[in-house]
């Protein structure tokens, strides 16, 4: 009877430290930790990748096959989004017609400040993309908004971008439960499957970086929105941020969402925020 | 005995032909019962933010046969559009915890 007792008490004893170790655990897990989501995403890409110079990840295909990275060098000297700059310059100094222009929306102008895009406004509770905001500039100014889909926004955001060229992607995310959620439902977008396809972003872009997907080589996640807008040889034009998601979910079969659904800005704060770090490089050029 | 084996084998295809119940063809009301519950399906699959590009194509496929009066082809259609959108939301449902296992931790 002793024996009985004694073992009963052992096995409640072990049972409790069991779970005393174990339950912080799982409450840490379901706690949302930027810092630690980033610094795990960064890890993972550099030790898979220890060849690759960290700031090499944000030229996408190129950081993973050398002669595809010899190309696009060379194609750099002529880059075909040279118009599409041109054109997003013309357009950010040229007037509405109220009078205003662009610069009038944004800190500083507008110029070197793609690095802080997408950032959490704390006065609306969402994500606010760098698109979103340009097309919110122009309806505060009496002007129509344009596609998220097309050259006009691709243009403006490429010469944006280029005007941030190798500054740190420099994503905040304040100190609002708002602000953290919006970061964990983009991190559950990018992870979550979908499509007939069954595929998620990270199906293609951590599970096989560098591999190839017909005649493409899959660009890592890491740094993957730092070369927006990119022109793409296979649009035979430029594309944006938006344009990307939307293609990217056609591809696996899932109906895409509206251009700058809630889903789409979180995914864009969950990529951009875990590449903190990492210089702007767009506008990009892509195959 | 060697010849009533033949006309047996001969007769019982004949007899089979005649007398079994040929498939019956579609008609409107199938079509309509089929492309109401892969309607239904299909937008719930809209509700969950997981619809697939094939179901939406399966649906209008199946609309465009029952506008022509191809009832049997309407019903093939929109029986495969609600397996398409009841896949569909199943993955919707499973993917709710199931995309953790792929996270980077």
Known sequence: ?287 | MKWSFVLAMLLAPMLALGLAPAARAANEADYKAAYAAADAASKEAAGLRHQWTVTVSALAAAKKAGDGGDFDRAVAAAREAEALAKASIFQATSEKEAWKAMEIR
Not at chain 1, 64 to 88: H, I, S, T
């Open chain 1, 1 to 287: 009877m002793k024996a009985r007792s004694a073992l009963l008490l052992g096995s409640l004893g072990a049972a409790l430290v069991a779970f005393a170790l174990t339950s912080p655990r799982v409450v840490a897990a379901d706690k949302v930790d930027p810092v630690a989501d980033a610094k795990a995403f960064q890890n993972f890409f550099f030790q898979k990748f220890p060849n690759v110079k960290h700031e090499d990840f944000v030229n996408g295909p190129y950081s993973m096959n050398a002669d595809m990275k010899r190309q696009w060098q060379e194609k750099e000297e002529f880059p075909p989004y040279e118009f599409a700059l041109d054109a997003g310059k013309d357009m950010f100094t040229t007037p509405f017609k109220n009078g205003k222009t662009y610069a009038d929306c944004f800190p500083n102008g507008g110029i070197g400040i793609r690095q802080n895009y997408p950032y959490f406004d704390t006065k609306e509770g969402k994500v606010v993309t760098l698109e979103l905001a340009l097309n919110r500039c122009r309806e505060a100014n009496g002007e129509a908004p344009y596609s998220y889909v097309k050259d006009e926004m691709a243009s403006l955001t490429a010469y944006m971008a280029f005007t941030s060229r190798g500054k740190p992607m420099d994503i905040k995310i304040p100190d609002d439960p708002r602000a953290l959620a919006a970061f964990e439902n983009g991190k559950r977008y990018f992870y979550t499957r979908r499509g007939q396809m069954n595929f998620s972003c990270a199906s293609c872009h951590v599970q096989s970086p560098g591999e190839r997907i017909r005649a493409e080589i899959l660009a890592p996640a890491l740094g993957i929105l730092n070369a927006m807008p990119i022109y793409r040889s296979e649009w035979s034009g430029m594309g944006t941020t938006s344009r990307r998601f939307v293609t990217c979910n056609s591809q696996t079969r899932a109906v895409p969402l509206e251009p700058q659904a809630d889903e789409y800005r979180d995914v864009e704060y969950f990529l951009s925020y875990v590449a903190n770090g990492l210089p702007i490089s767009g506008p990009g050029a892509r195959p």
